[in-house]
Every structure is written in structure tokens, then in C-alpha cells.
């Protein structure tokens, strides 16, 4: 089955303990993406990635890192996680743009609170 | 910022055809009007795209108006699983290769028994 997957679902973490949210997908797709979602704010995008080692910021990217060492993996990761960073996580890949369309697989989400 | 606007929120009666606004006044002429849903807090869920010609899947119809400043997703026997936001969005020019998708607000749908 077509899958984004993300781990872990929930999280409850303290201001500056690092922490890593892992995505995969399996379908091979090129590009990633990592959004937050916050009431009232919509989702937003944090980073993305078009290909393997190659990744770009999105509107909100200020306390994160990422990574895309494999085309299926693309880890979000939070250095210092503060309580700003308390949100809903969303990982997503689709095929690279070609041709001008296309469509993005959403993970299920991760919620996470930083105390 | 996004480059759609959507009512906030609209109410459907179950078995009836909901139809959803979608105002990009300023789209160009290469970008692609899309469809999502997101269902509770679930991950958003594609519904259809199309450029200038309506377009039709299994779920929804896609109407875009012939100057395409306006389009309208058509769900056209409404359950009451289709309860969620819907998002329109126009591809993000700023980005040269069409990969920040920017979602707004979107439009919260009430499917009523």
C-alpha cells in the first residue's frame, strides 16, 4: 500500500531535549515536504526537498533541521524544541513537477507538545 | 500568503450536491488550482486538480471558469464523511519548480443529516 508513514504520533517532550520525527514514504517519490499545522494558522510549510541531499526552507523553518540522506526518509528534527514548537506535524512526498501537476501524499500527523 | 479565497464555512444536506467556492483572481496562466480535504486532524487528502478545463474523478467534479479566476468543487451526493475543511490552492509562483504548495484557511463543510 501507497504510503507516507511518521513516527512517532504523539509526543510529549521538555523545552531543549532534542527530538527527531522520522517520515518515510514508499513510493519512490522525490520530493518531501514537512508542514505544522496551528489553530487558526493553517498549515504551514517548514521545509522540503526536492531530491536526495537536496533540500530547501519553506515560510516557518526557524528551529528546524533537516535531512534527506535516502529518497524515502526525510527526518525533521528539532535541536532545542521550545513550547512555540508545540503543533501538528505533517510529513509529504509527491513525484517531482512535471509537466505542472501533481499530487501530495499526507502522512497521518504528529502531535507534538513541548512543556 | 495564500492566493485563494474560500468562504469560512458552508453546510450541506446529506445526498445533496455540495458545491465549493474558490476565488484566484490573480492566477496565471501555468498554475494549477487543487483541491484537499482534511478530515478532523487527519493529514490532508488530495481531491482533484485541473488547469483550464473542468475535470472529474470518482470523488468530485472540478468547474474552473473560462477566465479561471473562479472555480467550484462540485461533491455531488454529499455524505456525511465528507464533513471537513477544504482547501483550494493555487501553486506557489515563488517557488520555480511548483513544490510550496501554500494552504489557506479553507472552507469548513457541515454535512447535515
Known amino acids: 500500500e501507497a504510503q507516507v508513514t511518521q513516527n512517532p504520533r504523539y509526543l510529549i517532550t521538555v523545552t531543549g531535549k532534542k527530538l527527531t520525527v522520522t517520515c518515510s514514504q514508499n513510493m519512490n517519490h522525490e520530493y518531501m515536504s514537512w508542514y505544522r499545522q496551528d489553530p487558526g494558522l493553517g498549515l504551514r510549510q517548514i521545509y522540503y526537498?526536492?531530491?536526495?541531499?537536496?533540500?530547501d526552507k519553506g515560510d516557518v523553518p526557524e528551529g528546524y533541521k533537516v535531512s534527506r540522506k535516502e529518497k524515502r526518509n526525510f527526518p525533521l528534527i528539532l535541536e532545542s524544541p521550545s513550547p512555540n514548537q508545540t503543533s501538528l506535524y505533517f510529513c509529504?512526498?509527491?513525484?517531482?513537477?512535471?509537466?505542472?501537476?501533481?499530487?501530495?501524499?499526507f502522512g497521518p500527523g504528529t502531535r507534538l507538545t513541548v512543556t | 500568503d495564500a492566493k485563494t479565497t474560500q468562504p469560512t464555512s458552508m453546510d450541506c444536506a446529506e445526498g445533496r450536491a455540495a458545491n465549493l467556492p474558490c476565488n484566484h483572481s490573480t492566477i496565471s496562466g501555468n498554475e494549477y488550482v487543487y483541491w484537499y480535504r482534511q478530515i478532523h486532524s487527519q493529514g490532508p487528502q488530495y481531491i482533484i486538480h485541473?488547469?483550464?478545463n473542468n475535470e472529474t474523478n470518482e470523488m468530485a467534479s472540478l468547474i474552473i471558469t473560462e477566465d479561471r479566476k473562479s472555480s467550484t468543487l462540485i461533491l455531488p451526493h454529499a455524505t456525511l464523511r465528507d464533513t471537513a475543511v477544504y482547501y483550494c490552492i493555487v501553486r506557489d509562483s515563488r517557488d520555480n519548480y511548483g513544490q510550496n504548495f501554500v494552504f489557506g484557511p479553507g472552507t469548513r463543510l457541515s454535512v447535515l443529516p
Open positions: 485541473g488547469l483550464k
Open positions: 526537498s526536492m531530491n536526495v541531499e537536496v533540500t
Open positions: 509529504a512526498s509527491s513525484l517531482t513537477f512535471e509537466g505542472g501537476s501533481y499530487e501530495q501524499y
